[in-house]
């Protein structure tokens, strides 16, 4: 039984299947259900504040969106909007601290499944945040990539 679970929101399809995936799991009383949105702030710097307001306000609607879903389910939870720390920082190391601050039993999160080109320069949220990981993962792909 998953005792401390973090649900990675990105607003992307695989994300939200994540979400769904954890109603599907449902929560057993005392189980803490913490819904986290990344943002890469070093990807942001060279945008206009506004900008970047309206990405922070659109992430904070995926997580208060979730939050609903997940109360509606009668699961207990709580969400939190993060940002990366430094330059060299990652949405991945971001995330792994998140668990490891909440002591996750169990990590939920979508991965867009790219491959070849795409993935060396995009890299990989999901497959940097599995190599670090000290607790059970949960990966869910977009229906159009099953």
Same mark, same amino acid.
């Given at each position: 039984?998953?005792? %401390?679970?973090?649900?990675? #929101?990105?607003?992307?399809? =695989?994300?939200?299947?994540?979400?769904?995936?954890? +109603?599907?799991?449902?929560?057993?009383?005392?189980? *803490?259900?913490?819904?986290?949105?990344?943002?890469?702030? =070093?990807? #942001?710097?060279?945008?206009? !504040?506004?900008? $970047?307001? &309206?990405? &922070?306000?659109?992430?904070? $609607?995926?997580? %208060?969106?979730?939050?609903?879903?997940? @109360?509606?389910?009668?699961?207990?939870?709580?969400?939190?909007?993060?940002?990366?720390?430094?330059?060299?920082? =990652?949405?991945?190391?971001?995330? &792994?601290? *998140?668990?490891?601050?909440?002591?996750?039993?169990?990590? !939920?999160?979508?991965?867009?499944?790219?491959?070849? +080109?795409?993935? /060396? !320069? #995009?890299?990989?949220?999901?497959?940097?945040?599995? @190599?670090?990981?000290? *607790?059970?993962?949960? /990966?869910?792909? =977009?229906?159009?990539?099953?």
């Amino acid at each position: 039984m998953y005792r %401390n679970i973090l649900v990675a #929101l990105d607003g992307s399809e =695989s994300s939200q299947r994540a979400l769904d995936e954890v +109603l599907r799991i449902g929560a057993s009383p005392g189980t *803490c259900v913490r819904l986290v949105h990344v943002s890469d702030t =070093s990807a #942001l710097a060279s945008y206009p !504040v506004h900008y $970047r307001r &309206q990405v &922070q306000g659109a992430a904070q $609607r995926v997580l %208060n969106a979730a939050q609903e879903r997940l @109360r509606e389910a009668g699961i207990a939870c709580d969400s939190k909007l993060e940002e990366t720390r430094t330059p060299d920082d =990652s949405i991945a190391l971001t995330l &792994q601290r *998140c668990a490891e601050h909440m002591h996750a039993d169990l990590v !939920v999160m979508g991965t867009h499944g790219r491959g070849g +080109l795409t993935r /060396l !320069v #995009l890299g990989s949220v999901a497959e940097a945040f599995l @190599r670090r990981s000290t *607790c059970a993962v949960l /990966l869910m792909r =977009s229906a159009s990539q099953t």
